[in-house]
Structure formats: C-alpha cells, structure tokens
T-cell receptor
Framework: GNSVTQMEGPVTLSEEAFLTINCTYTATGYPSLFWYVQYPGEGLQLLLKATKADDKGSNKGFEATYRKETTSFHLEKGSVQVSDSAVYFC??????????FGKGTRLHILP | NAGVTQTPKFRVLKTGQSMTLLCAQDMNHEYMYWYRQDPGMGLRLIHYSVGEGTTAKGEVPDGYNVSRLKKQNFLLGLESAAPSQTSVYFCASMGDSYGYTFGSGTRLTVV
C-alpha cells in the first residue's frame, strides 16, 4: 500500500542554518505530494504541494521538488528562523479520497 | 472566517462517559475526516465521509461512531470513553482541489 517515510526528529538548528527534512514515499500510481506544518497548539496547515514529477512546490522560503526517480520530496529552506519551529508532515494523495501522512518531524530553531 | 471549526476545544471525561465532537465547515467541501494525533504516532484516520449521508472506516475506527447528516457537519461520537482515547482530535475537509483544511483540534483527556 501507499506510505510516507520521513526523517525522525527532533531536528535542532541554529537560526540562519540550512534546513533539509527528508521524505520518501511508496505509491502505485502518480501521487500528489504535500508538506504540512503544525505550529504549537494549532491544526495542520498546507505549506506546499506538487502534483507531478519534477514540479517544485514553494512557500514562505521553503521548497520541495517531486523526484519520481528517487521517490522523494525533501523539504528545504536556505535560512531558518526561530518562527519556523514547528512539526512538519510529509503526505501524499494518489487520487483516492484520503491523504496519507508521515509521522512528522519536530523542528527546533535556536536563536 | 471561512474554514473548519471544531467544538469543544478541550474536554475531560471520566471512563465510561459519552460525548460528541462537532466539526463544521463552511467551504461546501464534500469530503470530511476525523483524525487522532498521539505522540510518536503521527496522524491516524478514524472515520471519514465522501459526502452527505456517507461514512467510512479509517485506520482506527474502534470505539468511535460518526454521522454526516448535513454536508457542513461531521460528528464524532464516543459511546463509552476509555483512557486509550485520550488524544488530540483533528477534523479536516477537502474540496475539489487537493489538500486538506484542518480545524484547530480538540484535546480530550479520559480519566
């Protein structure tokens, strides 16, 4: 079945450091891929998405490229801020009526 | 503001008590979902609905019931609460485009 695997956290970085959170997926078809972010005490918010191979999703300085050859959708940001501290979820949808989520990666940014 | 509204935000139940969580969306979305979020487990799908009058089981449906009598509302019921149901519950909806809109969550403690 379809699944999403993302790197376990927590990830701790200093402000202005480069961020990568790895995500790989298993799917039978051509899924759409997502990154969601959850700030403390809140629900999940869609951060970015990509719907086909080689698409790059971007938002708020974050980027992720849909790599079909490596079945990956790694999240990157060039210079993180304290306000980026949150839990990040990688997810996929294969056109079915549900989205499948990874277990989440907690990110701590130190000032 | 348009979105997904969950009530209540917090609740403490005694073992064996019953309660209903309400999810309301004003975006005319067809699909609605109930998830629970536990530490280290990510998001697990409890039940979902693909339209008014429909419901389907997700990954962890036992101990929960749902109803979708109106398109905008999706109710999650616990008939006899157990400590294992202590969790944060999130409702989400999805329309024509990919991606969920989440509510802000209900934190439930069963003692």
């Amino acid at each position: 079945g379809n699944s999403v695997t993302q790197m376990e956290g927590p990830v701790t970085l200093s402000e202005e450091a480069f961020l990568t959170i790895n995500c790989t997926y298993t799917a039978t078809g051509y899924p759409s891929l997502f990154w969601y972010v959850q700030y403390p005490g809140e629900g999940l918010q869609l951060l970015l998405k990509a719907t086909k191979a080689d698409d790059k999703g971007s938002n708020k300085g974050f980027e992720a490229t849909y790599r079909k050859e490596t079945t990956s959708f790694h999240l990157e940001k060039g210079s993180v801020q304290v306000s980026d501290s949150a839990v990040y979820f990688c997810a996929l949808s294969d056109g079915d009526d549900k989205i499948i989520f990874g277990k989440g990666t907690r990110l701590h940014i130190l000032p | 503001n348009a979105g997904v509204t969950q009530t209540p935000k917090f609740r403490v139940l005694k073992t064996g008590q019953s309660m209903t969580l309400l999810c309301a969306q004003d975006m005319n979305h067809e699909y609605m979902y109930w998830y629970r979020q536990d530490p280290g487990m990510g998001l697990r799908l409890i039940h979902y609905s693909v339209g008014e009058g429909t419901t389907a089981k997700g990954e962890v449906p036992d101990g929960y019931n749902v109803s979708r009598l109106k398109k905008q509302n999706f109710l999650l019921g616990l008939e006899s609460a157990a400590p294992s149901q202590t969790s944060v519950y999130f409702c989400a909806s999805m329309g024509d485009s990919y991606g969920y809109t989440f509510g802000s969550g209900t934190r439930l403690t069963v003692v």
